[in-house]
């Protein structure tokens, strides 16, 4: 008895299930006239989906835009744009001022150039660092909805991917806008046009990796722990501490005129790391004591060194997934 | 002032599981580090001094003290259990005391015993460098808890903020602007490590003893009191 046998229902060719099993069911009389609904005890009128399926891709770039939208604050309480937007002014402010300081002293080039101005920013970019990516990664933890995700047509791969894009895609944006000022500003200085673009594309390389390594550290350490206060204390720590670890060490290798061992101590942090690698393939200058540059055999340790990290942490993370307990 | 069982509590929430391994992680590199150059350089007191207050008094320190500070209450009151430890007939105040000790403990142990045997590794307190500094990241750690328990009765960001006035303040600024160097608690503590230390070596704060004690005082203080007042009203927010 089912008061709600609509005709959409009756002339459905889908899952008749009368017609198809054998024993009881066919024995209901008037099957083939009656259709659907007879043969279940209550059929309260749901209907399956029957339109289209937007599939993995689309569940992929949603899944990226979310993120990556979130990690600015974006599609959030207004609350939470405040500190994105805050430090992104932070980040930017002084990019113009660079650009100030080289029209007012009408010098022929930046006093600060591209890949160098990052790592300058390097405090500002890790507490961005920390507070974006616990909100990509440890809230979906926290409030369990990875089980809802994994229970669509998303695979472990493709939420990982999406993730460790989009946080890549906005650290990317938050240092490379500065940098585009600093371009533009260059432009409009009439500062050389081709000198400007070879740097702000080395430049723009840079952001790249920096990016890349940079999120793939975070990520991991926030997919460890579902709570947001320990995954941005943590990630801080990782990013900073080496860092400021190896220069100190550095500053001590230098007064003791051990120049090759500063080289070797920089593949100690990521900082350091991308420091060496912007100095030797990028053209910027160096940032180590005394202005140290790598040999040929430091700079091969420095990029295979950048690559392994990359694949471990990108590998840690999807190994994090397999088991997504908390 | 103080109950056993909140601190307990909060001890088990700073410490418990695996924690205690992240806090331990600071302190062993300290140490590791400081054997390192001890070995690569044998003993020398500018060294000691650039390593014990150029990393350990400038970040380990301010370090321990937002992840132990802040998590004193701060992921109870995220999380809405802080709700279950008011309704109980406790004060307040009581309340934020006690956690203020827990944390300054913690703090203390995980910073000023791993900084003065790194002094003795580093020149066999040489100058009473090693006892300086050691008495300096005691006193820090107690203006640091108390300031970050604060923020983290203040804010949900309290970890950010504290890292910002931490690393931004203390770091960045305080090296290029000599004014904000009076308002941090790192050049406090600096300021009696000069003291105790030996006059040969160069420890040396811009601030003066008197002002950084007093300074001391008012922001622990100060901190406890306020953080008291904001428990007493606290509303819980919705999840953002």
């Known amino acids: 008895m089912s008061p709600d046998r609509t005709p959409a229902h009756t002339t459905s060719p889908h899952a008749v299930p009368g017609q198809a099993a054998p024993g009881q069911w066919e024995q209901s009389g008037s099957a083939g006239a009656a259709g659907r609904g007879q043969d279940v005890i209550h059929n309260i009128g749901y209907r399956g989906y029957e339109g289209p399926r937007l599939g993995r891709g689309y569940a992929r770039r949603a899944l990226f835009t979310q993120a990556l939208r979130g990690a600015y604050g974006l599609g959030r309480s207004a609350k939470s744009k405040v500190l994105p937007m805050l430090l992104f002014a932070t980040m930017c402010v002084p990019a113009a001022l660079v650009v100030a300081i080289a029209v007012f002293a009408k010098s022929k080039d930046l006093q600060v150039t591209y890949s160098e101005y990052v790592l300058l920013m390097q405090p500002i970019i890790g507490i961005y660092l920390a507070a974006a990516a616990p909100q990509a990664f440890s809230l979906d933890l926290r409030f369990r909805t990875t089980p809802l995700y994994f229970s669509r047509p998303l695979t472990r791969g493709d939420y990982v991917a999406a993730k460790y894009a989009a946080l890549t895609a906005a650290l990317f944006v938050f240092t490379a806008v500065p940098l585009l000022i600093m371009y533009v500003g260059a432009l409009l200085a009439k500062l050389g046009v081709a000198h400007q673009t070879e740097k702000f594309a080395q430049g723009l390389v840079f952001c790249a990796l920096f990016a890349l390594l940079h999120a793939a550290i975070a990520a991991w350490i926030a997919a460890l722990t579902p709570r947001r206060g320990f995954g941005v204390a943590a990630i801080i720590v990782a990013i900073t501490v080496p860092y400021f670890l190896v220069s100190a060490l550095q500053g001590i290798a230098a007064t003791t005129d051990k120049n090759t061992a500063i080289g070797w101590l920089g593949v100690g942090s990521p900082g350091t790391l991308l420091d060496g690698v912007q100095s030797k393939f990028l053209g910027g200058p160096s940032g180590f004591p005394a202005a140290q540059t790598l040999d040929a055999a430091q700079g091969a340790v420095y990029l295979v060194v950048l690559v392994a990290l990359l694949a471990c942490f990108t590998t840690l993370l999807l190994r994090r997934y397999r088991k997504a307990g908390l | ?240």
């Open chain 2, 1 to 240: 002032m103080f109950n056993p069982t909140v601190a307990r509590l909060t001890y088990r929430a700073l410490l418990g599981r695996r924690r205690a391994l992240i806090l331990c992680v600071l302190p062993a590199l300290l140490l590791v580090v400081a054997a390192a150059v001890r070995a690569m350089n044998g003993a020398d007191d500018a060294v000691t001094s650039q390593l014990l207050g150029g990393f350990a008094l400038a970040t380990l320190v301010p370090l321990i003290g937002v992840i132990a500070g802040t998590g004193a209450i701060g992921p109870e009151i995220d999380d809405g259990s802080v709700v279950y430890l008011l309704s109980k007939p406790v004060r307040r105040s009581t309340v934020i005391v006690t956690k203020l000790i827990v944390a300054t403990g913690v703090t203390a142990v995980f910073s000023a015993v791993p900084v003065l045997i790194a002094g003795f590794v580093l020149n066999g307190n040489s100058q009473q460098l090693a006892v300086a500094y050691a008495l300096a990241a005691v006193v820090a750690s107690v203006a640091y808890s108390a300031l970050f328990l604060l923020l983290g009765t203040v804010s949900r960001h309290a970890v950010v903020l504290g890292l910002v006035y931490a690393l931004i303040w203390e770091a960045l600024i305080g090296s290029l602007v000599e004014g904000a160097k009076t308002l941090s608690v790192q050049q406090w503590a600096l300021a009696l490590a000069e003291k105790v230390a030996g006059s040969g070596a160069d420890v040396d704060s811009s601030v003066g003893l008197p002002v950084a004690l007093v300074l001391i005082v008012v922001v622990t203080v100060g901190g406890t009191v306020l953080a008291g007042q904001k428990l007493r009203s606290l509303t819980l927010a919705a999840e953002e």
